[in-house]
């Protein structure tokens, strides 16, 4: 069974810092891996998506890498702002089926 | 482009109430539909999927049922509410299985049952 395990649960940073978020999965047979960004009682919106063909994705100021052996998976955030403040969602899914597996987010503040 | 519905944003009723939610989607064709519920610091839970009109998958047995009597609009039902049914109820849709692409949720309904 795929569980999904985000790490830290929450986190506090002051403005400008570089930061890191994690996810592992148990199970390494998944097509693709994924962040969202879900800002507070809102939906979520897809940040990058990565193929389990690929090692990593990049969009602007975010870098996520994948490492599907180990089961691993990070979100680099770069100089990061106070519109950055959101819960950050990890999610894996299977080769062609439907049930997407979700983490329980990381909490992010970024400090202005 | 394409857009996504969801109403109501909020919604309070008691235990034993029924509860319908709906949701549509525009600009786009024959999308793949699911509801997701997400507990409070908790990921989200698929609770059911569709692939066309009146073809629903079931992924946990629960209180909730859905149907898809359009193409486009996916409704999530209950005939009894529970007040484990208390969450955020996301709705989202995509044209190929998540596997192959993203999902494009909508903006949720919150849901407490008293």
């Known amino acids: 069974k795929q569980e999904v395990t985000q790490i830290p649960a929450a986190l506090s940073v002051p403005e400008g810092e570089n930061l890191v978020l994690n996810c592992s999965f148990t199970d390494s047979a998944i097509y693709n891996l994924q962040w969202f960004r879900q800002d507070p009682g809102k939906g979520l919106t897809s940040l990058l998506l990565?193929?389990?063909?690929?090692r990593e994705q990049t969009s602007g100021r975010l870098n996520a890498s994948l490492d599907k052996s180990s089961g691993r998976s990070t979100l680099y955030i770069a100089a990061s702002q106070p519109g950055d403040s959101a819960t950050y969602l990890c999610?894996?899914?299977?080769?062609?089926?439907?049930?997407?597996?979700f983490g329980a987010g990381t909490r992010l503040f970024v400090k202005a | 482009s394409q857009t996504i519905h969801q109403w109501p944003a909020t919604l309070v009723q008691p235990v034993g109430s029924p509860l319908s939610l709906e949701c549509t989607v525009e600009g786009t064709s024959n999308p793949n539909l699911y509801w997701y519920r997400q507990a409070a610091g908790r990921g989200l839970q698929l609770l059911f999927y569709?692939?066309?009109?009146?073809?629903i998958s079931s992924e946990v047995p629960q209180n909730l049922s859905a149907s898809r009597p359009q193409d486009r609009q996916f409704i999530l039902s209950s005939k009894k509410l529970l007040l484990s049914d208390s969450g955020f109820y996301l709705c989202?849709?995509?044209?190929?299985?998540?596997?192959?692409?993203?999902?494009?949720f909508g903006p949720g309904t919150r849901l407490l049952v008293l």
């Open positions: 569709s692939v066309g009109i009146g073809q």
């Open positions: 990565i193929q389990s063909s690929q």
């Open positions: 989202a849709w995509s044209v190929l299985p998540p596997g192959a692409e993203t999902q494009y």
């Open positions: 999610a894996v899914s299977p080769t062609g089926g439907f049930k997407t597996i």
